[in-house]
């Protein structure tokens, strides 16, 4: 699915162009802030307390939920951000449909029907590859309402699928004990406030860029850089694993000796896009695209710390700690949005940059100095690499036997 997400940058990027890229992104930053917000009541926390209450009534107000905070961020959209009524159309569709997909998905997991979870993702990035493919050969793709058009239908398929799989299981629910909104709400707004405040301050500059040409622009070079990030997402379910199955004073430790491994395959990928010529990103991505190698550079720093920092917030998540995390992500924000305006006002998109670096550098050393600080860890361990090659092979281990059973 990571592939079809790049392919679906590449095209586009070139067939599309910078303005409709730049129009794409903030339909999905619209999107994304909303789908945080629906998800104070059906994130991930659900799962705990799914099986043991009804869920008729869990899934009655978290449709609800949906329904309302998709119709009150398409009217703030609206209402701040001046877009045509068949945008905001757009928009409230996509979001109800997303919201109550990821809703489903919870109750899938749930109830441990990980066929079905699997295939409901799978769907809809799958879906809107193959539809752009084929728009592309019958040279209908090209608009940005077109391409929203292929959004709304992938999200379609998988919605309808999931609400037939979700309703069975509504259906055959016999529990009878409520639980309660407040208790879901309070840990909900604890767990998306990290989440909203890291989406605002990482994409807070898209507003602020001056015209949709030059955010489609820094947006690819934003996602393209974050996708170094995967190195951390890839290794952080070990760390989640072992601190839910060990409960040694060893935690801390792993944690640190993963980070520093996580560093250094991080580094060695920025210094190989250092390396790798302009022209070929020009090449892939059309000639709009043609200082896009400069912008990643100019983030990396700040993608590079945010890698070693999202191995230690995924330990302060797997301890229920999610206070610490959303204090750290809190002052990335508080930053960006002091320094945003004339930073970017000034230098555009290389302001964008910097403002993006000087947020995730503060956010990262805060929670980094913390975790060292409460676990009594010391800077001169941090050069310690023996430890890197005993995890390093565990690692590989574990990726091998997860692709012999894919």
């Not at 940058?9 to 070139?14: D, G, K, N, V």
């Not at 302001?351 to 995730?360: E, L």
Request: net charge positive; aromatic share 14%.
């Amino acid at each position: 699915m990571a592939c079809c997400s790049l392919l679906l940058l590449i095209f586009t990027s070139r067939y599309l162009g910078a303005n409709v890229r730049g129009e794409i992104a903030l339909f999905v930053l619209y999107l994304s802030i909303i789908h945080a917000l629906c998800e104070v009541y059906s994130s991930s926390a659900l799962v705990h307390f799914i099986p043991h209450y009804s869920v008729k009534s869990i899934y009655y107000k978290g449709v609800l939920w949906c329904v309302g905070i998709s119709f009150f961020g398409a009217f703030v959209v609206f209402l701040f951000y001046n877009q045509s009524f068949l945008f905001i159309g757009c928009l409230l569709a996509a979001a109800f449909m997303g919201a109550l997909n990821s809703f489903n998905n919870i109750i899938l997991l749930s109830n441990m029907h990980f066929n079905k979870y699997n295939t409901v993702n799978i769907l809809q990035p799958l879906i809107l590859f193959i539809t752009t493919l084929i728009s592309l050969r019958y040279n209908v793709l090209n608009s940005f309402q077109v391409y929203i058009y292929l959004y709304l239908f992938s999200l379609l398929v998988p919605f309808i699928l999931s609400n037939l799989y979700v309703w069975r299981i509504v259906s055959l629910d016999n529990k009878t004990e409520q639980l309660g909104l407040k208790i879901i709400l309070k840990k909900g707004i604890v767990n998306q406030f990290s989440c909203l405040t890291f989406i605002v301050c990482n994409r807070y500059s898209y507003f602020l860029i001056s015209s949709a040409y030059l955010v489609g622009t820094f947006s690819n070079a934003v996602s393209l850089i974050e996708s170094v990030l995967l190195i951390s997402g890839s290794i952080a379910p070990l760390i989640l694993s072992k601190i839910a199955n060990n409960k040694h004073n060893d935690n801390p430790g792993t944690v640190f000796t993963v980070s520093k491994m996580v560093l250094i395959v991080t580094v060695f990928c920025i210094i190989i896009l250092f390396f790798i010529p302009s022209s070929l990103f020009t090449f892939l991505f059309g000639q709009h695209f043609n200082h896009i190698k400069q912008y990643m550079l100019l983030l990396s720093p700040g993608i590079i710390a945010l890698s070693v920092a999202s191995i230690i917030m995924h330990y302060y998540s797997a301890l229920g700690n999610q206070k610490i995390i959303a204090l750290a992500n809190a002052i990335g924000l508080i930053i960006t949005l002091i320094i945003a305006p004339y930073t970017i006002k000034t230098y555009s998109i290389i302001g964008a940059c910097w403002v993006s670096v000087v947020a995730n550098l503060a956010t990262s050393i805060f929670i980094i100095i913390y975790f060292m600080q409460t676990n009594k860890l010391f800077i001169k361990e941090s050069i310690y690499i023996k430890p890197i090659i005993s995890l390093l092979k565990k690692g590989f281990n574990l990726s091998t036997t997860n692709v012999s059973n894919i």
